[in-house]
């Protein structure tokens, strides 16, 4: 309401289109965390395919909210920068060769720098306090 009994501070006809597009995002929303949780699920390239074009619809958006002039040049350098980050991480490159670790692969290693001593981590997953994955 505006000050002064003026009447509604949102124009009538801008408040008919208030909310208007709610049922196709929501529908869009449902069918995108589809997706997303079958690309989840398949893993791999396209795992990281489909993420990675999300990024760039979520790029483009932020870009059009904070404005300023040449758009697509700025979402493809950030999305150029981004995928040779992505591209040349260590991680990424033992990932492609070895796959992603497995459940408790590393937690004897782990505990073993935390200054656990072979016994005690012995101890541990026999009790059932720590799972690793045994070779």
Do not use: N
């Not at 124009?11 to 008919?16: G, Q």
């Not at 990281?48 to 790029?59: G, K, M, N, P, Q």
């Not at 950030?78 to 590393?106: F, K, S």
């Amino acid at each position: 309401m505006a000050v002064g009994g003026e009447g509604p501070a949102i124009p009538a006809a801008r408040r008919a289109r208030f909310g208007s597009d709610l049922k196709p995002r929501l529908a869009a929303a449902v069918a995108m965390g589809g997706l997303a949780l079958a690309t989840a699920w398949v893993g791999g390239f396209i795992f990281a395919l489909f993420w990675w074009l999300a990024s760039i619809v979520v790029l483009w958006e932020w870009q059009r909210l904070v404005g300023g002039a040449r758009l697509a040049e700025r979402v493809a350098t950030g999305e150029y920068l981004a995928l040779v980050m992505d591209c040349t991480g260590q991680d990424a490159l033992i990932w492609q060769e070895r796959g992603a670790p497995l459940a408790g692969e590393h937690t004897r290693e782990v505990l073993g720098q935390a200054g656990y001593d072979a016994a005690t981590i012995e101890r541990l997953e026999q009790a059932g306090v720590i799972a690793t994955a045994r070779p």
